[in-house]
């Protein structure tokens, strides 16, 4: 079977480069490369991608196929299948930063390369002090204030604006690695006047990825009519959210080529909009679900009545309750987020979604309880049916090496949670009077922090649910 080559698979003749990336990694490759690549066969960037390696391996694999890969989107979108391949060309090399880090300080002196991508998970994106001059610096924010500094060294007053874009998962991320920056040369006491170019030429911005990236499965990536290692498997949703002016739009130009690019003021609300209808709708729907006997979260949407509950508390609970937004967009988004929880190609498995689930319940769906109570002055039922759920979910019937076990027909299930010990203790003092046991629970205000047994019947409903769960059928509730 052939291998990729640019002089038969490569989609368009490779551009010039404009954005240096730090990593290789699968979301990387299946979001912020997907759309430059969608924008370089539009003709609305025409820009490659230099990538910086920083962990070990995988670079002569990109070399072997001339940089190119596989994406293969496989899922749901509008009620109808998606499938499609195509062969992404944007990164023109990659680097290995411990071997190569004069050739990515070389970068730093083409006028050409304007963004910077990152994404180098939560714990790279830490303050080390260090020297940003030695070969290489350690940590990303480290390796990131060194090649500025080399770009102010050499192209200075005459250096084009430049757009930094972390996507690590971290709110704010953009003015926390600035911060990282500044105490940085604040460390290596580096010229005052590299604090003044960086206010005037370098943006950095705060940003949101949300899209499901996989490995491409053995099976899809078996179809192709050639080997490619580096395949990537997709959902079709996809959202790069990035907080920008009109000077980052203008940069961005590769931000026309598909409506999955935002560059606005401000993204709190594609932020706020993904935590409550997303990941809200998770942290609710998952303990019933997995008390129910399901498994995955495809598993569970395959179930009319567990879709139906999933449906209803998302719409009718938790979409009004957003407090920004337009209510048209909230529903859309909603409808999309239904579709990527019906995707068969995606294994996401409910035990792994429980992890942390009182933390979780606490900033995702506390807040939204209450702004419910404050828009309606009633109970949001389905919201007291998840909740009751996840109380039954919590109840210990063994602990070993420290850690509680539940159990579910029979079947230990790990409750990997800060608060299982607490949990435990409740447990055992008041045993099965959920009367007792739920007024505790809900009176917690350290947990949530908020006293839920203040908010007018929600104890009585979740009391009434546990009585109701785990074995009685999933109706929809009266809202």
């Known amino acids: 079977m052939t291998q990729l080559h640019r002089n038969t698979h490569a989609p368009y003749p490779l551009p010039s480069e404009k954005v240096l990336q730090f990593g290789t990694g699968i979301l990387l490759r299946g979001l912020p490369d997907f759309f430059i690549d969608q924008a370089n066969r539009q003709g609305l960037f025409n820009g490659s991608v230099v990538v910086v390696k920083s962990t070990a391996g995988r670079a002569d694999e990109f070399a072997r196929q001339d940089n190119l890969y596989t994406t293969l989107v496989r899922g749901v979108q509008g009620g109808k299948t998606v499938e499609e391949d195509f062969v992404n060309g944007c990164i023109s090399r990659v680097v290995s930063a411990n071997d190569q880090w004069a050739e990515v300080l070389r970068t730093a002196a083409d006028p050409n390369v304007q963004v910077v991508i990152s994404n180098t998970t939560e714990v790279g994106l830490q303050y080390v002090p260090e020297s940003v001059l030695q070969t290489p610096p350690a940590s990303f924010p480290a390796k990131l204030a060194g090649w500025l500094y080399e770009r102010y060294r050499t192209l200075g007053r005459q250096a084009p604006a430049t757009v930094v874009i972390p996507t690590e998962l971290i709110p704010d991320n953009g003015p926390l690695l600035r911060g990282f920056v500044l105490q940085l040369a604040a460390h290596n006491q580096l010229e005052t006047s590299f604090l003044d170019w960086l206010e005037t030429h370098v943006l950095f911005c705060s940003s949101l990825v949300d899209r499901i990236v996989t490995n491409a499965s053995a099976e899809a990536a078996g179809a192709l009519p050639y080997t490619d290692p580096l395949a990537i498997q997709t959902e079709p949703y996809r959202l790069w959210a990035i907080e920008g002016n009109a000077a980052v739009r203008e940069i961005l130009s590769f931000a026309a080529a598909d409506a999955g690019v935002i560059v606005a003021d401000d993204i709190a609300y594609y932020r706020e909009r993904k935590l409550r209808l997303l990941n809200g709708t998770h942290t609710i729907s998952v303990c019933l679900a997995f008390l129910k006997g399901f498994d995955t979260v495809y598993q569970m949407m395959q179930d009319a009545e567990m879709a139906a509950f999933v449906r209803q508390v998302m719409m009718d609970e938790i979409a009004p309750s957003v407090p920004v937004g337009d209510a048209a967009d909230l529903r859309i988004f909603a409808e999309e987020v239904l579709d990527r929880f019906a995707n068969p190609n995606i294994v996401h498995r409910l035990i792994n979604i429980t ?64 608060a299982a010990a607490y949990f435990h203790a409740a447990w055992q003092r008041h045993g099965d009077d959920y009367a007792v046991l739920a007024t505790e629970v809900c009176g917690q205000a350290d947990l949530w922090g908020h006293d839920l047994t203040q908010l007018p019947g929600f104890v009585d409903s979740v009391v009434a649910e546990m009585n109701r769960l785990p074995n009685q059928k999933i109706d929809s509730v009266t809202v």
Do not use: H, W
């Open 355 to 418: 992890l942390q689930a009182t933390s979780k319940m606490k900033m995702r769906n506390v807040p939204t309880m209450r702004r419910f109570y404050e828009k309606f002055a009633k109970t949001p039922a389905c919201m007291a049916r998840g909740f009751a759920a996840y109380v039954l979910f919590t109840k210990p019937v063994r602990q070993e090496n420290g850690v509680f076990y539940g159990e579910r027909n029979g079947t230990a299930y790990p409750i990997q949670d800060d």
